[in-house]
């Protein structure tokens, strides 16, 4: 079935840091991909998203490619920031209707 | 331009009591989508309403049901709660019925307690 395996966190970063967190998906087709952030005691916010290959969506200094080839989706940003500390999840969807996610990597980001 | 709105925040319940968790959708938005978030975990749907019918469900059992409004709020209930429905219970609204790209909005969440 469509699936979203993230990497395994906590991943913990010194502020300015360069940060990766990998993403793969397995479907039957080309879903939609996301990117939501979920700071502590909150929900899910959007982060960025792209909804074909070679796709890149940028958001507050986060970037994620569209991979078509290797099924990826992974998250970058150059610098980190303490404010940047949450839980990270990816996401797919093909019609808008179900989101599958994945079960998330928590980062902290350390003075 | 309102947010995704859920309450009660909190709930403490116990074995086989039924629970009714609400939400209003944000602005403009016709389409409510329920997830059960377990400790540690993804979201997980539960189902999707639009325009009053239920548009999709997941892997849940009968015992969750839902209903959207005409004015698009929604409800979550279910019945007979177990131990393992103790989870964070979230809201979505979105736009539409669905496509490429239709993004959800998330609600700040119900952290429900089965005791």
């Known amino acids: 079935g469509d699936s979203v395996t993230q990497m395994e966190g906590p991943v913990t970063l010194s502020e300015e840091a360069c940060l990766t967190i990998?993403?793969?998906?397995?479907?039957?087709?080309?879903?939609?991909l996301f990117w939501y952030v979920q700071y502590p005691g909150e929900g899910l916010q959007l982060l960025l998203k792209a909804t074909k290959a070679d796709d890149k969506g940028s958001n507050k200094g986060f970037e994620a490619t569209y991979r078509k080839e290797t099924t990826s989706f992974h998250l970058e940003k150059g610098s980190v920031q303490v404010s940047d500390s949450a839980v990270y999840f990816c996401a797919l969807t093909f019609t808008g209707n179900q989101f599958y996610f994945g079960t998330g990597t928590s980062l902290t980001v350390i003075p | 331009e309102t947010g995704v709105t859920q309450s009660p925040t909190h709930l403490i319940k116990t074995r086989g009591q039924q629970v009714t968790l609400r939400c209003s959708s944000q602005?403009?938005?016709?389409?409510v989508s329920w997830y059960q978030q377990a400790l540690g975990q993804g979201p997980q749907f539960i189902f999707q309403y639009y325009r009053e019918e239920e548009n999709g469900r997941g892997n849940f059992p009968p015992r969750f049901s839902g209903l959207q409004f005409p004015n698009y709020s929604s409800e979550l209930n279910v019945n007979a709660l177990e131990l393992d429905d103790s989870a964070l219970y979230l809201c979505?609204?979105?736009?539409?019925?669905?496509?490429?790209?239709?993004?959800?909005?998330f609600g700040p969440g119900t952290r429900l307690l089965v005791l």
């Open positions: 990998n993403c793969t998906y397995t479907a039957t087709g080309y879903p939609s």
């Open positions: 979505a609204s979105s736009l539409g019925a669905g496509g490429p790209g239709e993004t959800q909005y």
């Open positions: 602005s403009g938005h016709n389409t």
